[in-house]
């Protein structure tokens, strides 16, 4: 039997592949000119979170990559409204309002179904 752990996992995992690939093609949601403003860094981690969560959803245990990427998802998003942190987001992954935003939501939504569901 498969968990809602898992299965987040892997669903959370197929989505951040997909905005990792889609930030190296022009289109108007995800890269440098789209509406979440990505460059190369933040593709290439969004591919290997991306890749992670299908590993851990097919493969592994939800629960560990579920709690790590809530929390680093809802960290980035408070270090975004920081000043300082915020500059230094957007200049070296080009995190911007919206990313931050985005952030803090994944983060609260990714944490909620860590801690609110079964861990097996």
Same mark, same amino acid.
């Given at each position: ?12 995992? %197929? ?31 969004? %591919?290997?979170?991306g ?27 408070i ?19 919206? %990313? ?7 983060? %609260? ?5 860590y ?6």
């Amino acid at each position: 039997m498969t968990s809602t752990q898992k299965i987040f996992a892997l669903v959370l995992g %197929i989505v951040l592949l997909l905005v990792g690939i889609l930030g190296f093609v022009s289109n108007p949601l995800v890269g440098d000119t789209g509406y979440f403003s990505t460059n190369t860094n933040q593709d290439i981690l969004h %591919i290997i979170a991306g890749l992670i969560g299908i590993w851990v959803g097919t493969m592994g245990s939800g629960p560990g990559f579920n709690m790590s990427l809530g929390w680093i998802a809802l960290v980035l998003g408070i270090l975004g409204f920081i000043p300082g942190a915020k500059e230094l987001l957007l200049q070296y992954l080009n995190i911007d309002t919206n %990313i931050t935003i985005l952030h803090v939501v994944i983060g %609260i939504v990714t944490l909620g179904v860590y801690y609110m569901t079964d861990k097996d």
